[in-house]
């Protein structure tokens, strides 16, 4: 280039310089914006690839490039963590979900709502926005209340997501005394999202690489040996605004959750759940009152072991030392939530360093609802039901 300016220079001078330098500037630019152009599509996947998007769109406005800082810590994520490559997952925006790819088949889409009582009301998620708004309430609880390590790219953009995102449903706890008169937007605001439920039925999960629990607990010979008759449900990435931990919450969710099972004729559900806290020594009672007193019939039913690299000893006290009503109360509240209605616990913890905490199985046949609940939440809408007074957890 410089030997061609010197050459214009001395043959045609300063202005024929100027002109060449131009030209060399707009080609220049040009080359840029076609790049720009080809990896629009990629930003856009790059930045939303863990979401629901069912189209790639060819162009993507300003304020959803994803910054250059951002993009420089990508290869250090975990591989579930990093953008997807899938053409499939695009462009987060508040379109809604495509309702009829996600739920062809026998059962179709879930009621609308699952649960209602007052100003609150338990659905699926229908928007993308939707989606990420619960993401954003996953990521104020597990990372800013609790000790969750976040990657770089989620604490850039506020979020809790991976890759399962994608194809599970999210229920969705609504409240409408948070949604001004005058909204009117696609969905619902982000504010108004007050809970949220990660659901996983066995043919998604299977459709798309297997159940997030199989990444702690060896599953895959308990689902095989159960047939094909079998369906199973996992739940997961549960949790609640602070202002509304209470009893009436929880118990809308356990109604929208049955309502969900009922609707998809599912036959087990299962997850994981945890107890704050990476030290199985510290989390002694809590542990050895779940393997003494809530594996269920191990003789009849042995029950689903952590995988073998992950496996931690539940047992660490005695049973004769363990009081069960100390050991009760030291439980979290869900997982009390889960035994109280008939689940059960896997054998083994596993110690789940990013989150800061120590995750066990629950197991939870439909058919073991115990009575009390089944007739509590299997009936109606819960529509005029009262609130029911908060109980410490």
């Given at each position: 280039?410089?030997?061609?300016?010197?050459?214009?220079?001395?043959?045609?001078?300063?202005?024929?310089?100027?002109?060449?330098?131009?030209?060399?500037?707009?080609?220049?630019?040009?080359r840029t914006r076609s790049l720009l152009r080809l990896t629009r599509g990629f930003v856009a996947r790059s930045r939303y690839g863990h979401q629901l998007g069912?189209?790639?769109?060819a162009r993507t406005p300003q304020h959803a490039r994803t910054p250059k800082t951002r993009r420089v810590f990508w290869g250090f994520e975990p591989r579930h963590m990093r953008p997807s490559q899938n053409p499939a997952f695009a462009k987060l925006s508040g379109k809604p979900i495509n309702r009829a790819a996600r739920y062809s088949g026998k059962y179709g889409p879930?009621?609308?709502?699952?649960?209602?009582?007052?100003s609150l009301e338990v659905r699926v998620a229908e928007t993308e926005a939707e989606v990420r708004a619960a993401q954003r309430l996953r990521y104020k609880v597990f990372y800013e209340e609790m000790s969750a390590q976040a990657s770089p790219r989620m604490a850039a953009e506020r979020r809790d997501f991976d890759h399962f995102d994608a194809f599970a449903d999210h229920l969705l706890v609504i409240d409408h005394s948070r949604i001004p008169e005058d909204y009117s937007g696609r969905g619902?605001?982000?504010?108004?999202?007050?809970?949220?439920?990660?659901?996983?039925?066995?043919?998604?999960?299977?459709?798309?690489?297997?159940?997030?629990?199989?990444?702690?607990f060896d599953i895959e010979p308990w689902v095989t040996a159960a047939g094909p008759d079998t369906r199973f449900l996992e739940l997961g990435r549960s949790c609640v605004h602070i202002d509304h931990r209470s009893r009436p919450t929880l118990e809308l969710m356990w109604h929208a959750i049955i309502s969900y099972l009922v609707h998809y004729?599912?036959?087990?559900?299962?997850?994981?759940?945890?107890?704050?806290?990476?030290?199985?020594?510290?989390?002694?009672?809590?542990?050895?009152?779940m393997h003494h007193y809530c594996?269920?019939?191990?003789?009849?039913?042995?029950?689903?072991?952590?995988?073998?690299e992950l496996f931690v000893d539940m047992n660490r006290m005695p049973k004769d030392d363990v009081e069960a009503k100390k050991g009760l109360r030291a439980l979290p509240p869900l997982i009390k939530g889960y035994l109280r209605a008939g689940a059960t616990i896997g054998d083994g913890a596993v110690v789940d360093e990013q989150f800061g905490t120590t995750d066990v199985l629950i197991v939870f046949p439909a058919n073991q609802i115990s009575d009390r609940y089944r007739d509590k939440f299997g009936k109606g809408d819960m529509r005029d039901e009262k609130p029911a007074a908060a109980q410490s957890a």
């Open positions: 280039m410089f030997k061609q300016l010197a050459v214009a220079g001395l043959r045609r001078g300063f202005g024929a310089v100027k002109a060449l330098r131009s030209r060399y500037t707009r080609r220049r630019r040009m069912m189209s790639l769109h879930p009621p609308r709502p699952l649960a209602r009582r007052k619902v605001p982000e504010d108004a999202i007050v809970g949220t439920y990660r659901l996983m039925r066995q043919e998604v999960a299977e459709a798309h690489g297997g159940f997030y629990t199989a990444n702690e004729e599912l036959d087990i559900m299962f997850g994981c759940a945890s107890l704050e806290g990476t030290n199985p020594d510290e989390l002694a009672l809590p542990l050895s009152f594996r269920g019939d191990v003789e009849t039913t042995p029950p689903v072991r952590a995988r073998d």
